[in-house]
């Protein structure tokens, strides 16, 4: 698009045949000027009233975070601002409290940003920083199957070549750093831009981007990997 990846726009692409083939783009309609500018990179949430919710941001004029609100039709029928703050991935606990889990802003400490709702997304609490080091980089976050969520972050104050795991337990809502570190050893590697998925059969896939060396990388694992690592991790306060 004109202008980079700050001016882009968002469309919906549907599948019926869960993956395997899929629709032409939409356009959607996300603002007065051409809808530029409505930048998406975490995962959406289906609602129980059918609706999705999609975390998307913006950096053109602002920087801040919010979510989409699209019906069965494709149709955006509203939206939801979350903070001042790039790229929020969502985490929902057990006492139906929703967390938005930010990348800090270059002027903000290298520390993850953390706002919370209690009202299913309507108002947000003001972002503060946490006790986890981040090097101004993107999180990823995944709600399993079992309710809990896992995170990924890069834990460091500068630079990008390593992802390590926060668990927030679906019944306590307790959060726990996994002692497993994605580490690629490499003088010239890079874990950018984390994504993570959960696969039908309950293994869970994270994909990263290695800029330096245009890769595209991936780290899987079992269930029963993720029990392990929970039961050897230790407790951190958010």
Same mark, same amino acid.
Request: net charge negative.
């Given at each position: 698009?004109?202008?980079?990846?700050?001016?882009? =726009?968002?469309? +919906?692409?549907? #599948?019926? %045949?869960? !993956? $395997?083939? *899929? &629709? @032409?783009?939409?356009?959607?309609?996300?603002?007065?000027?051409?809808?530029?500018?409505?930048?998406?990179?975490?995962?959406?949430?289906?609602?129980?009233?059918?609706?999705?919710?999609?975390?998307a941001?913006?950096?053109?004029?602002?920087?801040?975070?919010?979510?989409?609100?699209?019906?069965?039709?494709?149709?955006?029928?509203?939206?939801?601002?979350?903070?001042?703050?790039?790229?929020?991935?969502l985490?929902?606990?057990?006492?139906?409290?929703?967390?938005?889990?930010?990348?800090?802003?270059?002027?903000?400490?290298? =520390?993850?940003? +953390?706002?919370? #709702?209690? %009202?299913? !997304? $309507?108002? *947000? &609490? @003001?972002?503060?920083?946490?006790?986890?080091?981040?090097?101004?980089?993107?999180?990823?976050?995944?709600?399993?199957?079992?309710?809990?969520?896992?995170?990924?972050?890069?834990?460091?104050?500068?630079?990008?070549?390593?992802i390590?795991?926060?668990?927030?337990d679906?019944?306590?809502?307790?959060?726990?750093?996994?002692?497993?570190?994605?580490?690629?050893?490499?003088?010239?590697?890079?874990t950018?831009?984390?994504?993570?998925?959960?696969?039908?059969?309950?293994?869970?896939?994270?994909?990263?981007?290695?800029?330096?060396?245009?890769?595209?990388?991936?780290?899987?694992?079992?269930?029963?990997?993720?029990?392990?690592?929970?039961?050897?991790?230790?407790l951190?306060?958010?």
């Amino acid at each position: 698009s004109i202008g980079g990846w700050s001016t882009a =726009r968002t469309a +919906l692409r549907r #599948s019926s %045949d869960r !993956g $395997l083939t *899929w &629709s @032409p783009p939409v356009q959607l309609s996300t603002g007065p000027f051409l809808s530029m500018s409505t930048l998406v990179r975490a995962t959406p949430r289906l609602l129980e009233n059918g609706v999705v919710a999609l975390p998307a941001y913006h950096e053109l004029m602002q920087r801040y975070s919010e979510f989409l609100l699209i019906d069965e039709s494709g149709q955006l029928v509203g939206r939801r601002f979350i903070a001042n703050g790039l790229q929020a991935n969502l985490a929902y606990l057990p006492d139906g409290a929703w967390l938005a889990l930010l990348r800090p802003l270059k002027h903000q400490p290298p =520390r993850l940003h +953390l706002a919370e #709702s209690r %009202d299913g !997304g $309507l108002s *947000w &609490s @003001p972002t503060r920083p946490v006790d986890l080091v981040n090097s101004h980089q993107p999180v990823c976050a995944l709600t399993l199957n079992d309710g809990s969520t896992l995170f990924g972050y890069n834990p460091q104050e500068r630079g990008r070549n390593r992802i390590a795991f926060i668990h927030i337990d679906g019944e306590t809502g307790q959060w726990r750093r996994l002692p497993h570190l994605i580490d690629p050893g490499g003088e010239d590697d890079e874990t950018a831009y984390c994504t993570a998925i959960q696969k039908r059969n309950g293994d869970i896939v994270v994909i990263y981007a290695d800029p330096p060396n245009h890769r595209i990388l991936e780290f899987g694992f079992t269930p029963a990997w993720l029990t392990a690592q929970i039961a050897e991790s230790e407790l951190v306060e958010p």
